[in-house]
């Protein structure tokens, strides 16, 4: 069933349908008509029109198909071999009273229907556009159209073809509205129309005509068009087909403008279904859908700006177990050697390392009461290693009456002496405190040395009287000891005060935590020599308990510390070849 | 305002380093000078401690305020700082409550984290050559175990001489080379950090 | 020879200074109409740029611990490329939910560690992002600057360790802790124990001289680069002068 094509929105609608289902506008053209029996507040002129809607009956050409409107014929204007090729004759129609009215005269008379000789002569058939011939484009412009239609210039239409174009409407119903009273004035030919414009655009018109019919025959050579672009030509299937609906049995336009026409909208207001507009709710409906992702999207902003807590890792894991298993085997025959209380393994022998000898050396050479600064600059993390190093030579000097002088260089390094001494049992001592500023502190304990250290821990004046009070400045120390486990810091002595030293007759020895034995060797194995001994952490310790023949903790720890280090050895060469081993079997995995 | 202010501190920090630096190389001149302004330093490295603690102080107690994970430890941290704040101030440094102190907490503690970083050591040793499987990784690792060997008569055994030799060798010939070079190197890179700071192309004081 | 040092080593001192100084301006007069001069790769800083981009996208945070040198001793200079880093890494990881923080031992070190991520955040118009408390004195000796540092790495959800400073052996135990955490750990030291510990238990160390190139490689600037070309000039006159005086002793002896 063929859909009816809306006459306002253009959308298909069923054909049982009265009203568009898209635009509400009325589909049937009888749902316009209008009713004449009526009582209508139309005005005057516009119930005339409907009056005289016979004046103009719509007659169409028997030959026309019968799918094409009327109006549709009279589009696209008139080609040349469709040119009527006679003027229509005065169509018998009668002329509307108000019509009428508009053309009477002055005198009130109306004037002569006849109309002007210009205005009723239909242009002869021009034989092609634009010729050379005089030709009556007015004549074309005013002619719109009779009540006869004029038949085709060509005769049928070719098939295939559309119908040759007829105007729908002509003036010649129509008298010119206005027109001077001048009943012996004879119709104004073409040539007065002409003569009415000016000389140039009748000129103009006339040589532009000629011009472009000459470079048109010239010019306007049809074009060879490529294969591709035939191949798109419309073929009969794509040919624009008739309107959808037969408007044939549809009543015409009664009255109006546009009457005679079929399927159109009538121009009466009343006719117009009033229908009043769909109501709208301006309260939003939100659906429970909308809303739940609503709060999804409010949710993703709110939490944009947070941080969000990573999962924590497993605390066990493989690697946790395999570090519990290297402490244990190096803890566990470590703790047995110290419980035990073993001395199954040898102290070293002073006299292979040659920076024992020279320590011991120079201790005994001190003279008696010899003023010695101690400088406690390790940190007690080391004190492990440093108190069993360092106590054979404390021990040494306590048993040669060294006037003792304790400072640091570190803030924890006077609660450091202060423990170590009470380790040894020993209380006659000076804590002079802490020295600021590291290497700075130095240059300052150079430069002024009771200056920067005035009072001891206690807030005596050392340097009034007692063993220190022969002592002006560092150089005055029979012996500067710097207990050290950092290498920096034993360079910052070696720099800052050794060369100070060299004033007087002090001289300077460091006990070493090993790691620093590498970078303060040079100090010592140098020429000259900057430092004159030299003992580097546990072994050194132990060397010089075995040169003193002294015993100390260095002996304590000695098996443990021996056995420890074989351990290690152990652990190191299995777990390495267990590891690599592990790898190499499972090159799958990836290894860290 | 913000610009001069950070001209200022630039101005202020070439002129103090430049000052310091010509004082070591003129004494006579410009060495009064290189005290003076050392010992500034010294005064403003004590205050910079007092700072150092507050902001110490600081970063724990927004740590404990804001409920972090684990802020029970810093809780911990405060109570020891005000605890032993309040003994040393009453007892003196020296004084037999603070050493308590020192020789009972800190002392253990400090000597522990060594004992575990010697545990830490070893573990690191056996993953070496997982880590890095390359020649000079194998070099070092036997140099490591030779100079274990040798640092100290074998439990049981005693001295061996071959190794003996080996330490003497490895500590006090390709050790010190090694770490001379390496010294070298960090002090030329002292050298350019010292001097960009003099033409106050690196400032680290907010300048 | 001795005695000429003695008498003229100051001089010798700010000669070599003023050499360095003219060496760095030329190079980097020169160097404006050369940008692309090549670096020697180092693994550590490629890793390193990488590892910030991971750390912003995964909402970690960086950590960058300067050590417990001090600016007034002798590791002064790794502690103020430890500030330069640490410059770098607050730019680059910005616009991270976390921002980085630094510890390290020493009051002066602390306080321009907060100063420096100041004026970074300030350069980059982020004055929100500073905190105090991301600078922080985590310990006043050594081995409490370290325990000091183990809850920042274990707790702080750290994706990245950066130990640029002066640090002894007991780095191994934040290196360790990082490894445990499973973030990775790029570390310098200008102590020579330290970088043998690093070499053994960071997954990029830094050695000898690399921690001092930091600042070139990480863009802080061309003077970065130029200080960097004088010391490998410097380095070559050092091992020449060395050679040559070995030379001198072996053939010509003297004291």
Known sequence: MTDILCPVCGKPNPPEAETCQFCQAPLKTTAFTPDFDEESDLPDWLRSLNADQSAFPVTGPAEEQPSVPDWLRGMGGETKEEQPAEAPAEPAVEKPDWLADLIKDESGEPLSTDLPDWLSQQPAAPT???????????????????????????????????????????????????????????????????????????????????????EGEAELAPAQLPSWLEAMRPTEEDQPSAPTEDLT????????????????????????????????????????????????????????????????????????????????????????AVVSKGRLTPLPDASAVPGVMAMYNLVQRLPEDAPVLVAFDYEAGYSGEMDPAATAVLKHLMSRNAALALVSTSATGPALAERFMANLNNSDYANLGYVPGGSIGLFSLTRSLRQALPYDLQGVDVWASGPLSSVNGVADFGLVLVLVSDPEIARAWVEQVAPVLKQGEAMMAIVASAQTSPLVQPYFAGFPRQIEGLVSGMAGGAAYESASAASGPARVVWDAYSLGLLVSVFIILIGTALDVSYKALRPGKKGK | MKTIFSLVNVIIAIAAGALVFLGYVFPDLLGSVRVMLLQWAVILAAFALLVGIINLLQAHWHKVTTKQPKSVYSLVVLASLVVTLLVTGLSGPSGKWSLWIYNNLQVPIEISLLAVLAIVLVYVAVRLMRRRMTWYTGVFLVTVLLVLLSTAPLYLIGEVPLLNSLHSLISDILAVAGARGLLLGVALGTIAAGLRVLMGADRPYGG | ???????????????????????????????????????????????????????????????????HGGINNLPAGSAFVGLTMLDRCARAASISDRPPVATSGDPLLAILSQDTLRGTYHSLGAERLYEPTSGRLSGLTPLAFTAGALPVIHDEQISSNILAGHFGGEVALMTEAGERGGSLTVAGSDNITAQAVLYASAQEPLIGEELYAGGAYLGAGPIHAASLRMQDILRWLLIALILIGALVRLFIGGG
């Open chain 1, 128 to 214: 092609a556009p634009f010729s050379g011939e005089e030709k009556d484009w007015t004549a074309d412009l005013f002619s719109v159209g009779t009540a006869e239609q004029p038949e085709p210039a060509g005769g049928q239409p070719a098939e295939g073809e559309p119908p040759p174009s007829v105007p729908a409407f002509t003036f010649d119903a129509f008298e010119e509205p206005e027109k001077p009273a001048t009943p012996e004035s004879e119709p104004e030919s073409e040539e007065g129309l002409l003569s009415t414009l000016p000389d140039w655009v009748a000129n103009v018109t006339a040589e532009e005509a000629e011009t472009e019919s000459a």
């Open chain 1, 249 to 336: 049995g549809v009543a015409a336009e009664s009255s109006g403008p546009l009457i005679g026409l079929r399927g159109v909208l009538s121009v009466e207001p009343m006719k117009i279904r009033m229908r009043r507009a769909a109501a709208y709710s301006l309260k939003l409906h939100v659906t429970d859908e909308q809303k739940q992702r609503v709060a999804l999207l409010e949710q993703l902003l709110a939490d944009e700006p947070k941080p969000k807590s990573l999962p924590a890792a497993p605390v066990i894991t493989a690697q946790y177990i395999f570090r519990l298993v290297i402490a244990l085997a190096l803890l566990l025959p470590v703790l047995w």
């Open chain 3, 1 to 67: 020879m001795s005695a000429l040092l003695d008498a003229y080593g100051n001089i010798l001192g700010l000669l070599i200074a003023l050499f360095c100084l003219g060496l760095i301006i030329l190079f980097v007069a020169t160097g404006r109409n050369k940008p692309g001069r090549n670096l020697r790769e180092i693994p550590a800083f490629l890793r390193f740029r990488r590892e910030v981009g991971l750390a912003v996208e995964s909402g970690k945070r960086l950590h960058i611990s300067l050590g």
